[in-house]
């Protein structure tokens, strides 16, 4: 049985990975931004898969 995924000792469900999948990180000179695109934006197009580091 796997554990839940946590955040603290809040559980994390479902509702956190629109998140993850719509979202890139803007690198910027003094900190970085995040930037979130909308779930109807159909401009959105292109996954990156990262596995092992590589």
Do not use: A, H
């Not at 946590?6 to 931004?33: A, E, I, W």
């Not at 779930?39 to 580091?53: G, M």
């Amino acid at each position: 049985l796997l554990k839940p995924d946590v955040r603290g000792t809040s559980p994390l469900d479902m509702t956190q990975y629109k998140n993850l999948f719509g979202s890139c990180r803007v690198p910027s000179g003094v900190c970085d931004k995040v930037q979130f695109t909308s779930t109807d934006d159909e401009s959105s197009r292109n996954v990156l898969v990262i596995s092992n580091n590589q």
